[in-house]
Nanobody
């Protein structure tokens, strides 16, 4: 039972990447999913959320208009489309799956590195 992130890499400023958060061993559609990131020397930052049925999303202010979160039930995966990337988006990106009313940290992936640099 795990979440696995992928899709990170090196991209130039203004470029795009699509991150994937794939669930293994459970149905991701029953979980709220949050993308978080951690830049070098900084704490975890909440990036974007999507609830279990995809009817509600959240974006941090600095991501609004640039990032889009979505889910594909058939592929058991949640995506984070990142456009107009900036150097300050450089971080390790993690996905976290939780269920409403269920205490605990939920499921975490191992992270995927995103580097935005010319």
């Amino acid at each position: 039972v795990q979440l696995v992130e992928s899709g990170g890499g090196l991209v130039q400023p203004g470029g795009s990447l699509r991150l994937s958060c794939a669930a293994s061993g459970f149905a991701i559609s029953t979980y709220d999913i949050t993308w978080l990131r951690q830049a070098p020397g900084k704490g975890l930052e909440r990036v974007s959320d999507i609830n279990s049925d995809g009817s509600s999303t959240y974006y941090a202010d600095s991501m609004k208009g640039r990032f889009t979160i979505s889910r594909d039930k058939a592929k058991n995966t949640v995506y984070l489309q990142m456009n107009s990337l900036k150097p300050e988006d450089t971080a390790v990106y993690y996905c976290n799956g939780t269920q409403r009313g269920v205490p605990g940290p939920g499921y975490w992936g191992q992270g995927t590195q995103v580097t935005v640099s010319a």
